[in-house]
């Protein structure tokens, strides 16, 4: 596969020495000459300058175009009018609009816009067609959606708005990505929806985080975890597997790319990665 399918995602850190791994890791990744490097955004605005100046480095020190996430909840139109001129001025060509979820003691109602939908319009109607609007897709369901069609439905309004391709939450299970991409095939959903791909490398901490965000982990690999406890070579040696395969499905199934959710560790990532151009024919 082309490197220029995979993407990188990063989180901004609080600390220099946090900095300065990042771009260390940056560095490495960008030997492989990804398509494209995303910043995550602190909903709120908690991150905003450090969102900033973590993608306006990527940009100018890795020679990887470097993507902002932004989030809406939150934040006043004029923070994120701001925010899109200051992108624009840098030359940065691509966003991931989101919703974002606000830090819980803030109400839904302290930001003007209230969905991501509303974002991609507001990023439309200020900067026209100036920035490739990625959005965030979810083949198990967002886990505060109604239900499953009310969420495609929600997905095909972000897609209405001006989004021009999405990026999905992490999943284990190839069949619901392509079952999510035949569904919103149905509805006139013809932009790309490139899997979100997370490395697994320490099960307490995953088990937490797909809790909060829905995404199952099949109980045949949670067993293996769990009976691997301490032994990180052999979550790592195994979950480098379970990945490897299931990306290697959704690329065979037709997935345009692989987005990885790097929490700012190169290895996990391209252990997945190397393994792929090695089993390709
Ligand atoms: P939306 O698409 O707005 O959907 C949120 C919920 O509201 C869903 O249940 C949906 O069904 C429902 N809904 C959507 N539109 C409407 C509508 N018009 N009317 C009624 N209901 C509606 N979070 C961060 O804080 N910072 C980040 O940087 C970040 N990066 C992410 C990157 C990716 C690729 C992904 C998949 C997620 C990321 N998140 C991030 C998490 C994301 O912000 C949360 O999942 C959040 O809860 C939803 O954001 P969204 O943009 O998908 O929201």
Redesign the pocket.
Known sequence: MNSQRISF?F?PTKTDAGHEKLLLTAKKLADYQPGFF??????GGSTRDRTLNTVLQLNSETQVPAAP?M?CVGDSKTDLRELLNTYKEAGIKRI??????LPSGMGMAEGEL??????VEFIRQETGDHFYI?????PE??????NFE??LQ??V??VKAGADSA???YFFNADCYFYFVERVRRLGVDIPIVP?IMPITNYTKLARFSDA?GAEIPRWIRKQLEAYGDDANSIQAFGTEVITQMCEQLLTGGAPGL?FYTLNQAEPSLAVWDNLQLRKN
Not at 38 to 43: D, K, L
Not at 96 to 101: E, Y
Not at 134 to 138: I, L, P, Q, S
């Open positions: 995602e989180f995303s910043c995550t955004y602190g909903a996430h989030s991931v609009a989101l919703r974002g979820d209230r969905y991501a939908n509303e974002l990625e959005v965030a897709a979810y369901m967002h886990p505060q959606a109604r009310t969420d929600n997905f309004q972000k990026i999905t939450q979100g965000c987005h």
